[in-house]
């Protein structure tokens, strides 16, 4: 079974910056994708960046410039820098990812999320 643990989340003035980690452990063939999502109080679920097994990435308009997608496929781990942080990023940001499994190709997994709060 794959989890992930995220870590890195915490409070920041505005135009600060903060570096989130997501680590995936359990038996995986091969990582998919690996991406970050958000979610603000009362809003729904969104897209903040993705990123393919062959490094391919892809950002969402509000955080282009400002936020940074990598990851080490040796060590199962994703990171995202986020700079220039907004009152706005305020959310709970959650890992996903898509593995190769033994008994799956395509297994989605979310982490539980780690809050991120930046104050005006």
């Known amino acids: 079974q794959v989890q992930l643990v995220e870590s890195g989340g915490g409070l920041v003035q505005g135009g600060g910056s903060l570096r989130l980690s997501c680590a995936a452990s359990g038996i995986i063939l091969r990582i998919n994708a690996m991406g970050w999502y958000r979610q603000a109080p009362g809003k729904q679920r969104e897209l903040v960046a993705t990123?393919?097994?062959?490094?391919?990435?892809n950002y969402a308009d509000s955080v282009k410039g400002r936020f940074t997608i990598s990851r080490d496929n040796a060590k199962n781990t994703v990171w995202l820098q986020m700079n220039s942080l907004k009152p706005e990023d305020t959310a709970v940001y959650y890992c996903?990812?898509?593995?190769?499994?033994?008994?799956?190709?395509?297994?989605?997994?979310w982490g539980e999320g780690t809050l991120v709060t930046v104050s005006s």
């Open positions: 996903n990812g898509n593995f190769w499994v033994p008994s799956q190709y395509g297994k989605d997994v």
């Open positions: 990123i393919t097994q062959s490094g391919s990435t």
